[in-house]
């Protein structure tokens, strides 16, 4: 079993819909819940950072955890051309950063 | 704004020879990360660093791969001999400490093209 689990897409999204990106991870210790952009050829760019059970807000994102059901997912707002990237999901456990996959955001103008 | 700095941004290289990629964390930052990147994969952690000393090492080909930070500021990643299938993106990352609060920031990378 994968430790963190992540649809590859492609995920299509017309232009100023909400996109809905998720992840589940393996561990209940894992303490501490990124989300990465990634655009091709490019390094991952840390866009949210959750640590407790909720929501977060940052703009036109917005980050929930749900520990219970290991569970995060990354709503984007009002979706743009530019959002279109790879979206990783990373899990902090014990110390150790482990990485989804990614899954492939496209936005359709 | 600080920002992680790698290089060379790109390396071409063919198999059995050496190469050294070198990454300067952003200023402060005393945890220093090597992760590889295959394509259509999430980054591997390949080495963490607090300040000088390793904390991790336990995915690194050890016969192949080594990593220091003398100083604990910059640090170097080389691989002797490469082979084909190391030809990855190599990232480097820092944050300020460890703990569950530290994010870690990510450099360009180095693309890797082992023939």
């Known amino acids: 079993q994968k430790e963190v689990e992540q649809n590859s897409g492609p995920l299509s999204v017309p232009e100023g819909a909400i996109a809905s990106l998720n992840c589940t991870y393996s561990?209940?210790?894992?303490?501490?819940f990124f989300w990465y952009r990634q655009y091709s050829g490019k390094s991952p760019e840390l866009i949210m950072s959750?640590?407790?059970?909720g929501d977060k807000e940052d703009g036109r994102f917005t980050a929930q955890l749900n520990k219970a059901s290991q569970y995060v997912s990354l709503l984007i707002r009002d979706s743009q051309p530019s959002d279109s990237a790879t979206y990783l999901c990373?899990?902090?456990?014990?110390?150790?950063?482990?990485f989804g996959t990614g899954t492939r955001l496209t936005i359709i103008p | 704004e600080a920002e992680v700095a790698q290089s060379p941004r790109y390396k071409i290289t063919e198999k059995s020879q050496a190469v050294a990629f070198w990454c300067d964390p952003i200023?402060?930052?005393?945890?220093l990360y090597w992760y590889r990147q295959i394509l259509g994969q999430g980054p591997e952690l390949l080495v963490q660093?607090?300040?000088?000393?390793?904390?991790?090492d336990s995915q690194l080909p050890k016969d192949r791969f080594s990593a220091e930070r003398l100083k604990g500021v910059d640090s170097t990643l080389k691989i002797q001999p490469a082979e084909l299938g190391d030809s990855a993106m190599y990232l480097c990352?820092?944050?300020?400490?460890?703990?569950?609060?530290?994010?870690?920031?990510f450099g360009p990378g180095t693309r890797l093209t082992v023939l």
């Open positions: 990352a820092s944050s300020p400490g460890t703990g569950p609060f530290h994010e870690q920031f």
């Open positions: 561990d209940r210790g894992s303490q501490s």
């Open positions: 959750i640590y407790s059970n």
């Open positions: 990373a899990v902090l456990t014990d110390e150790k950063l482990t």
């Open positions: 200023s402060g930052h005393a945890t």
């Open positions: 660093f607090q300040d000088e000393s390793v904390v991790d």
